[in-house]
């Protein structure tokens, strides 16, 4: 049953609530890499955050389906909330091939890619904040969704120069192989993130 007593604002409180868990989750992956003898705790923790990351979207996914009036399109929710979710489940995944792989110290590469993907955790927080006013926080936003972009950039860059360094032929080929997985997916979840900037800017602009 469709319920059409006010616009149900509160779907806004739930991106905040998993971009909030996006950025908790780069706080555990950043102390993942400075001490990763705790990783088993650390993954528990991730673990966790994505769980109830799932939660969250799930029942924004079934609220849309019962909710007849919202602040904006069901289906631009529904982009948001999945993009969010699919960031949130690749840094999981980062941090679980590093425990699989076990990898015990890790590259001055991979901790700066994780500070870069803390940035974009900080500003996902305010995007998601600012997003319930979207006509008044309309610059704002844009500049915001359009940082996300530049920080990704720097993802890409000190990807592709530790790429090369660990091809150079000095390193052992298991670890080649574990770090260029592991990298790769810290990558992967720098350009999630990017899409999602690009779908905050198509919201901005649909909607401002």
Known sequence: ??????????????????AENFHRG??????????????????????????????????????????FITPIDREDFYKLTCQLEDCIDLLHGSLMRISLYHIETMTPAAVDIVDQLE?????????????????????????????????????DNIYR??????????????????????LGTLEDTSDEVEELGNIIKEVTMKYA
Not at 1 to 18: C, P, Q, R
Not at 29 to 45: C, E, F, L, Q
Not at 136 to 153: C, H, P, Y
């Open 161 to 182: 120069r530790e790429i090369s360094r660990i091809f150079n032929g000095e390193m052992d080929l298991l670890d080649i192989i574990r770090w260029k997985d592991v």
């Open 119 to 155: 940035l974009m955790g900080k500003e996902l927080k305010d995007i998601f904040s600012l997003l319930k006013n979207i006509d008044k926080n309309e610059a704002e936003l844009m500049e915001r969704a359009n940082r996300l972009s530049k920080i990704e950039t720097e993802v």
């Open 26 to 67: 780069t706080l555990i992956a950043k102390d993942v890499m400075t001490n990763t003898a705790n990783i088993s705790m650390y993954m528990k923790d991730i673990a966790q955050l994505e769980h109830t990351s799932d939660k969250i979207n799930e029942d924004v996914i079934m609220k849309l389906c019962r909710v």
């Open 1 to 18: 049953m469709f319920s059409i007593s006010n616009k149900h604002e509160e779907f806004f409180d739930y991106l905040v609530e998993n």
